[in-house]
Structures are given as structure tokens and as C-alpha cells.
């Protein structure tokens, strides 16, 4: 069955540092990957996804994240954050035979220390 | 291009009261998904369409819950009966290939 597991719930960092968010998928074959943001009392939106080809996919605002298929993982990662970065960030997998479901993990939420 | 709508915003209800929840996808997006997002959790998925048929419903509580797209564009999700445990965020999505959220509709049953 496929799943997606963020085991950091919550990530503090200071502006201007470096961040990885972690995150781990199962699905047999090779999946659609995505990572979505969510800032307070909005819908999802997409940063970033990665379909095939070049395993390290660039996104919005700096983002970028690695396809690791030998290790199930799809981190996503910045450079440098800035405050505006603070929000929760979920990472997903769909399905890429038949209809599309997608699968979504629990979620990390980022704050940025100014 | 317009996003995906949802109306309302925001309700708040007694236990046992009824609510409907309304999307209008994308223009020409033929799958539409419905998510509960549950407070400090992931979406997860109650029901989606492909047009007009429900391609699966199997996490959608049918005692209580029910979701319709008639014409394979608009959608309905209803709550027949709320409990304080659907408390949550709403979110309509739709997409070919990559999903495409809506702001989502915040229900509150006390």
C-alpha cells in the first residue's frame, strides 16, 4: 500500500541557515512525487514535483528535493530560509497507473526564526 | 485562469445539523478530489471523481457523508448528521497531473 511518512512534525531553524524536511514514500513501482506548502487558512499549494528523468527537481522560492529511489526518500531542501518560509510543508505521492490517487504524509511544520 | 473555488469559508454548526460544502474545480479538469484535513494532520482523501462517477469512496463515511458531481464539473459534499468529530478543514482539489487546491472550507461542530 502506498504511504508517506514526515517523521519531523516540527522544524525550527534561523533565517538565513540551511534546511532539509525528510520525507519517505512506499509505493511499488515508481511514483509521481510532489512537496506542497500550506501557509495559515489556506488551501495547498505546489512547490515542487518530480515525474522522471533528473532526480534533483527545482521548485518555487529557492526550493529544490531529491529523488533517492534506492532509499525511498524525497527530501526537500533551501539554501537559506527566510521568515516567509514559515509554514507547514507536506510531501505526497500518486499513483502513476490507472486513476490518480494521491497520498499525503502528516505534514512538518516549519518556523522561522528572524 | 481561475483556481478551484469552494464556498463557504467557514461554518459552524451544532451536532446533528446538516452542511453542504460546494467546489467548482478548474476549468476542464476532469478529476475532482474531496479531502478532510483534520487539525495539525495531511489531507486525506474522503472521495474522488473522474467526470461524473466516483471512482473511489471507499474512506468516505456513507451513514453520513455523501458526494456528487453531476455534470462532471461542479461538486457537492454533504454532511448529513455532524458530529464534533468532522471538525476540520474541507479541501476540493482537482487536477489532470498535478493537484490544484482550493482555500478549503473550516468547519467547526460544537
Known amino acids: 500500500a502506498q504511504s508517506v511518512t514526515q517523521p519531523d512534525a516540527r522544524v525550527t531553524v534561523s533565517e538565513g541557515a540551511s534546511l532539509q524536511l525528510r520525507c519517505k514514500y512506499s509505493?511499488?513501482?515508481?511514483?509521481?512525487l510532489f512537496w506542497y506548502v500550506q501557509y495559515p487558512r489556506q488551501g495547498l499549494q505546489l512547490l515542487l514535483k518530480?515525474?522522471?528523468?533528473?532526480?534533483v527537481v527545482q521548485g518555487v522560492n529557492g526550493f529544490e528535493a531529491e529523488f533517492i529511489k534506492s532509499n525511498s526518500s524525497f527530501h526537500l531542501r533551501k539554501a537559506s530560509v527566510h521568515w516567509s518560509d514559515s509554514a507547514v510543508y507536506f510531501c505526497?505521492?500518486?499513483?502513476?497507473?490507472?486513476?490518480?490517487?494521491?497520498?499525503f504524509g502528516k505534514g512538518t511544520s516549519l518556523t522561522v526564526i528572524p | 485562469e481561475a483556481g478551484v473555488t469552494q464556498s463557504p469559508r467557514y461554518a459552524v454548526l451544532q451536532e446533528g445539523q446538516a452542511v453542504s460544502f460546494w467546489c467548482d474545480p478548474i476549468?476542464?479538469?476532469?478529476?475532482l478530489y474531496w479531502y478532510q484535513q483534520p487539525r495539525d494532520q495531511g489531507p486525506q482523501l474522503l472521495v474522488y471523481?473522474?467526470?461524473?462517477?466516483?471512482?473511489?469512496n471507499s474512506q468516505l463515511p456513507s451513514d453520513r457523508f455523501s458526494a456528487v458531481r453531476p455534470k462532471g464539473t461542479n461538486s457537492t459534499l454533504k454532511i448529513q448528521s455532524a458530529k464534533q468529530g468532522d471538525t476540520a478543514t474541507y479541501l476540493c482539489?482537482?487536477?489532470?497531473?498535478?493537484?490544484?487546491f482550493g482555500a478549503g472550507t473550516r468547519l467547526s461542530v460544537l
Open positions: 505526497a505521492v500518486m499513483s502513476n497507473t490507472g486513476y490518480q490517487n494521491f497520498y
Open positions: 509505493y511499488s513501482g515508481t511514483p509521481y
Open positions: 518530480y515525474y522522471s528523468g533528473d532526480p
Open positions: 471523481f473522474r467526470d461524473e462517477a466516483v471512482i473511489d
Open positions: 476549468s476542464g479538469h476532469d478529476t
Open positions: 482539489a482537482s487536477t489532470p497531473g498535478t493537484l490544484y
